[in-house]
């Protein structure tokens, strides 16, 4: 897809509301009698003249949609007497024509130009200001990679009109939106920082005291914060972070359970990397609940993050039982769901025949990549001892060919089973044999050990006597 075509689409959701019921009921309290029939009229030619330059932009080319829109503000004012909604709305679709045109200088201006509209000044109310500016500042961010730096001067130019108007709900939104599209973008500078920084200041009281008024707000800065900090992988503000999002939500019960969902999400890879498997598994599944479209991004990770966890806790009970889960028959969750299901059954070669086949998928996701290892020696092991149960002599070459692995690894896997004591014998490396005891023999040992320690006792006993 060109650019172009990518601005286009994004440009068809720009205007969404030029069909939409404002259009055409713009007039509808004139039609009750507060307005005359001549009034009624001239919006009408507005209307008109409007819809009609728009859909010049094909038929004629940019630059007559342009000139055309443009006769719609001079008639607005001409009629008003002041630049109103229907200017509003022309200004808008101006601007994105000259973004399709590529005249940054002319961009710049007519934004500039955008700026100034206000409830008091144009009737246009500071939700409609805000999704204005809002869909420009998507349509030029999404539209390629290039146009980053220009949407981070129209953030800037934006940001700036609203705090010399010291209008600071439509700034606080605005700079949440532009931290969010750096964030997404990888641009995790000392400017996202320092907005962050700014955010988080605007959220508290004189006192340095957090400000109940504008808890959720804080609550989505803290959202971004951890993210950030998780990429950075500084565990200590991340986990820092964690603890005052639930603190925070605590003590402002009306915040909902939704906006909580990143920190569970978060909270569950920190327990991840702490072998807390079930802790994990519960904080993954609490996201997964709550995940709703601003963090949709993160639900297909946060499933296969729950599948991983489900492995390593050791648990039979599939997540795919619950109802959210199973309805997601995403191609990525797929393979995770066929690794779960041939893990619990213990078919070790067809784990790693789906671990082979799906690698990005897989191995592709870094978080999931670094548990890997783990899930391989847990079903190793869970093989290696149903292997040797029957027998008191097992050759190590042997178990390496039933597992697919050297015996090298083999020995180590053994050794690190011995250590906790989940086998109980002892390895000959010369005969590359794993001798097991039996039960009497342990008895025996056992006995050994205890008689050791006793005679040790009574050594200690008869030297201090002596003394």
């Known amino acids: 897809m060109s650019d172009d075509e990518d601005f286009m689409n994004e440009d068809e959701e720009f205007d969404m509301d030029d069909y939409g019921e404002e259009d055409f009921d713009m007039g509808g309290s004139d039609q009750e009698g507060s307005g005359s029939e001549g009034e009624i009229e001239e919006e009408d030619k507005i209307r008109n003249q409007y819809h009609m330059s728009r859909d010049l932009a094909d038929e004629e080319g940019i630059d007559e949609a342009i000139a055309g829109l443009e006769k719609v503000m001079k008639m607005e004012k001409d009629w008003q007497g002041k630049h109103g909604s229907w200017s509003f709305k022309a200004l808008k679709r101006i601007i994105s024509f000259t973004f399709k045109l590529g005249d940054e200088k002319r961009l710049m201006e007519r934004f500039d130009e955008l700026l100034t509209y206000n409830s008091k000044a144009n009737d246009i109310s500071e939700n409609d200001l805000f999704k204005g500016i809002e869909k420009i500042l998507n349509t030029v961010s ?242 290696l001892l149903e292997l040797i149960r029957p027998y008191t002599r097992v050759a190590v070459p042997f178990i390496a060919k039933q597992l697919n692995i050297t015996a090298a690894e083999v020995q180590e896997l053994l050794v690190f089973l011995i250590l906790d004591h989940k086998v109980n014998g002892n390895i000959d490396q010369v005969n590359q044999l794993l001798i097991l005891r039996g039960e009497l023999e342990s008895a025996k040992y056992r006995f050994i050990e205890k008689w050791g320690t006793q005679l040790h006792s009574i050594h200690n006993v008869v030297l201090n006597k002596v003394a």
């Open 142 to 383: 999404t539209a390629a990679a290039a146009q980053t730096e220009l949407a981070l001067k129209l953030y800037g130019k934006a940001l700036a009109a609203m705090k010399a108007a010291k209008n600071e709900n439509l700034w606080s939104k605005t700079s949440l939106k532009l931290a969010q599209k750096m964030f997404d973008k990888g641009l995790h500078s000392k400017q996202l920082d320092k907005i962050l920084a700014e955010l988080e200041e605007s959220c508290k009281l004189p006192d340095g005291s957090e400000n109940p008024k504008k808890a959720s707000l804080l609550l989505d800065v803290y959202a971004l914060q951890i993210q950030l900090h998780m990429e950075r992988k500084d565990r200590k503000k991340t986990k820092e972070l964690s603890e005052k999002g639930f603190a925070l939500a605590k003590n402002n019960p009306g915040i909902l359970n939704s906006k909580l969902a990143i920190f569970h999400f978060v909270g569950g890879k920190l327990h991840m990397e702490q072998h807390n498997y079930k802790e994990a598994y519960a904080a993954f599944f609490e996201a997964f609940n709550f995940f709703e479209e601003s963090y949709f991004r993160l639900k297909i990770p946060c499933l296969k993050y729950i599948v991983v966890a489900t492995m390593l806790m050791l648990g039979e009970i599939s997540p795919f039982a619950d109802a959210q889960a199973k309805t997601h028959n995403n191609p990525e969750i797929k393979p995770m769901a066929d690794l779960l299901n041939a893990y619990q059954h213990n078919e070790i070669n067809r784990v790693e025949k789906i671990l082979k086949e799906n690698k990005t998928v897989i191995m592709g996701d870094p978080f999931i990549e670094q548990f890997i290892k783990n899930i391989l020696r847990e079903i190793r092991t869970k093989v």
